[in-house]
């Protein structure tokens, strides 16, 4: 398929969200037609298994239960939304993919080599070309999630923001662990850095894994656009 695909993973309050926004903004100055998708949810069918998913009413069902509804989720998603994006040469960027559910359903003991076969039903053979793993220690990313619940007025954690302490540093430990696996594909990101080197650390990781696809001229033009406002603010200042 002539598109891209990028998928962003990382614990809870990550910034993954916040990555992908700077990225579709640089990639779209750089020419480019971007879809940003989340997992689960990123289409009609996928958004409902969502819901039962995050809100926790499908818990009674176990892992390996819900592994098989976000496999679901999954493949609606794979059909309606990415691979359709893909053909038509978009970049697709998804907030999380099959490595949350090795990840989180893996922590909660559903054999790995059953998750890998749902994986290979629901992916059908559409699988990220880059995967960026944000990395923060479990403590800080939870305090991030009370802090943006306590801002949309005390809005509760979702079914897995929700989990003990110990199953949230497990979970990023089995991230780690996968990036280990395929550094080829997995690239670690520090997300404890400034949001502002967090995104710049981003895109030079894209920019090196797909160096066919910005030319010098956009190389050039995406430099001076980052110069020019601190240039002007500069000029101001010293003239005021």
Known sequence: MPGRFITFEGGEG???STQIAQLKKRLEASGHT???TREPGGSPGAEKIREMLLSGAVQDLGPRGEAMLFAAARADHVDHTIRPALERGDWVICDRYADS???YQGEAGVDPNYLLMLEAAAVAGVRPE???LIDIPVEVGL???RKRSKAEGGVPPDR???EALGIHQRRRSLFLDLAKAEP???SVIDGRKPQDEV????WQTVRTHFPEDFSEVQAENEDLEQLQPENSGKAHHDGA
């Open 14 to 16: 990550a910034g993954k």
């Open 34 to 36: 971007i879809v940003v």
């Open 101 to 103: 559910t090795r990840v």
């Open 130 to 132: 880059l995967t960026i």
């Open 143 to 145: 305090n991030r999630v």
């Open 160 to 162: 897995f923001e929700g």
């Open 184 to 186: 080829h594909r997995v």
């Open 199 to 202: 995104t710049e650390a981003v």
